[in-house]
């Protein structure tokens, strides 16, 4: 399965950017997620670690994946991977400046619809709909942060 959303925050880049790739701060942002713990020595780069506990309230299952970072360009993408839970997922953010502030992009490939036979496109319109409400969760938590330099 494959979902992507973007949305247009009125934060410089540098901040969204910085927000966003602390994985900490995902579950102020990110409804399912209920804590993401480091398990490499910060910053963030290519190779970095990190554990989320994911509790996805639709389907009444709580998992636990671990993501190593393959590919960071600061201020432009973070790409990451799960390297040990039961869903395979490939998270690509993207990062662009926009005349208001920042484009931000997130595409989420998994291998969810494998475990729900037969609901495929139920299961991704319920995925897009969760997207859509994280991002929007972002860009009101952003845009109510005071602009500083980064």
Same mark, same amino acid.
């Given at each position: ?66 993501? !190593? ?6 201020? $432009? &993408?973070? /790409?990451?991977?799960?390297? =040990?839970? *039961? ?36 299961? !991704? ?6 997207? $859509? &409400?994280? /991002?929007?969760?972002?860009? =009101?938590? *952003? ?8």
């Amino acid at each position: 399965m494959r979902i992507s959303h973007k949305v247009v925050i009125r934060q410089p880049v540098e901040l969204v950017f910085s927000y966003v790739t602390n994985f900490k701060l995902t579950a102020r942002w990110t409804a399912e997620v209920e804590e993401t713990q480091a398990l490499a020595a910060e910053p963030v780069k290519v190779g970095f670690i990190f554990r989320q506990n994911t509790n996805f309230t639709f389907l009444k299952l709580a998992l636990s994946h671990t993501y !190593q970072v393959i590919e960071y360009t600061p201020n $432009q &993408s973070c /790409l990451f991977k799960s390297i =040990a839970g *039961l869903l395979t997922c490939l998270v690509q953010y993207r990062f662009e400046p926009h005349p208001e502030g920042t484009i931000f992009t997130q595409e989420v490939r998994s291998n969810l619809e494998d475990y729900f036979e037969g609901k495929a496109e139920a299961l !991704q319109a319920e995925r897009l709909g969760r997207l $859509q &409400s994280d /991002l929007a969760s972002l860009k =009101a938590l *952003l845009e109510n942060i005071p602009l500083t330099r980064c």
